[in-house]
Each structure stands twice: as C-alpha cells, then as structure tokens.
C-alpha cells in the first residue's frame, strides 16, 4: 500500500497516540484507539496487517565485492551512516561467526535488539534476530558477486534480502507503514557509504549504463552453459 506523506504524518501521530495508551492498558487498549482515530474496527486492522514483511533487491556497484562486504560487514559503523540506527556495536567478532547489538528506531518505534552475525568474505553477509520486543524474527542476507568489468574498472552484484516479522498485529499495522521506506533506505545508505570511503560509483561517471552491463552478465551466463566446442 502507498501512501502521500500527508496520511503517513496521520498515521504516525495516531499510531503514536495508540501505542501510548500500551503503558496501564494493554494492547487492547491501543488498538481501540488507533481503530477510532480511522473509523477502522480491529478486525479491519487485523485484516489489513500482516506479521511477516519481505523485501529483496538486486543492484550493480561500480565496487569490487571486496569493498562492499567491507562495509556492509562493518557493523560498529552503522549508526554513522543509516539514519534510522541510534547504535551499533560487535559485542563478539570473529571471522565467521559474531554477534552485535544495534539500537534502531523510526517514529514511533524503538527497538532495541542482538543479532548473530554470519559471514563468508566476500561472498555473503546474514543476520538473525529473535530477541526483540517489536519482533519474533528479523533476518537480512546480503550476498555479493564480481559483476562483468568495464573499461572504468570492476563491478559487484549485490543482492539484498530482508524479513521482518512483528509480534503483534498492532505493531505490525504501524511498522507497515514504514517498512519499504526504511529496507530501501537501508541499500541506498551503504551505497553512499560506499561513495565516501572509496570514491564515486565508476558507473555513475563513466556513462556505461545499467541495461549495457545487465547486457554482458546475461551473455556471460549464457556462455558459461554451454557445453564444451558449441558453436555461437
């Protein structure tokens, strides 16, 4: 569902309000209150809400892999670049199994949660949550692959896939609201962290378009799968 910035500032307020009246009296509560504020009946809400939400994107760096798993992995940097991080921090880190802390946050919630850190450098990056109060279960996969080279220099494929899934249908109702917003905010952060440690995207500045370079990557795939003194 999209909505304008208009009705997400209503909502946002009347969300606020709603999860406001949790503190003396219950869930309940809170539901009845956001339901009057849009004339909605909680199994309106119910049916409108779902727990479990997914997000997944595919982009095209003008980065070697090495250098955005670098980033990605460098989770004590977090709250330097995305702007819903209020803290990050390993709390334990080796070189295939760790485990953070991040404080996040978009109005009107606020999480604060651990996660287990799973890495293969440079290949991919997973992790998993399941002690959070505003979730049961949030797990990010980021994968990343040498992408075909430009005349500008090497490229990476990164593939990015997030789940969020609330504990409860009241939770999951207003963090709907801001869910894509804050998953694409997620890849678009990293990419301009990637520009201020490295230096701008080749791609961005070099002219080689997007198409071109899906263009070489599908040739390449086919190439690779045909067997051996095939003709083209």
């Known amino acids: ?20 009246t949790t503190v003396g009296s219950g869930r309940r509560s809170a539901v009845r209150v956001f339901s009057r504020q ?12 779902e727990k479990r939400k997914d997000f997944s994107e595919e982009r095209i760096l003008g980065y070697t892999p090495e250098e955005v798993f670098k980033v990605v992995s460098d ?14 921090m390993y709390l334990q880190r080796s070189p295939r199994k760790s485990m953070a802390k991040l404080v996040v946050g978009f109005h009107p919630l ?3 949660y651990t996660a287990a ?14 002690d959070g109060r505003l979730f049961t279960h949030l797990e990010n996969l980021w994968q990343f692959k040498r992408g075909p ?21 009241l939770y999951a109702q207003v963090g709907s609201f801001f869910f894509e917003e804050v998953a694409r905010t997620m890849s678009q952060a990293f990419e301009g962290r990637c520009e201020h440690l490295y230096g701008p995207d080749h791609l961005k500045t070099s002219g080689t378009s997007l198409q071109q370079l899906r263009n070489r990557l599908r040739l390449a795939r086919t190439h ?3 067997p051996c003194g095939s003709s083209s």
């Open 38 to 49: 849009f004339g909605l009946l909680p199994d309106s809400i119910r049916a409108m809400a």
């Open 224 to 226: 690779r799968g045909r």
């Open 117 to 130: 850190v799973l890495t293969d450098p440079p290949f991919s990056m997973r992790t998993i949550s399941t």
């Open 110 to 112: 606020r999480e604060s």
């Open 75 to 88: 989770v004590d940097s977090y709250k330097l670049f995305l702007p819903w991080c209020k803290d990050s």
């Open 1 to 20: 569902m999209s909505l304008c910035g208009h009705c997400r500032k209503l909502l946002s307020s009347a969300a606020a309000a709603a999860l406001r």
């Open 149 to 169: 080279d430009t005349d500008s220099g090497p490229t990476c494929i990164v593939g990015f896939w997030v789940r969020f899934e609330f504990r409860s249908l």
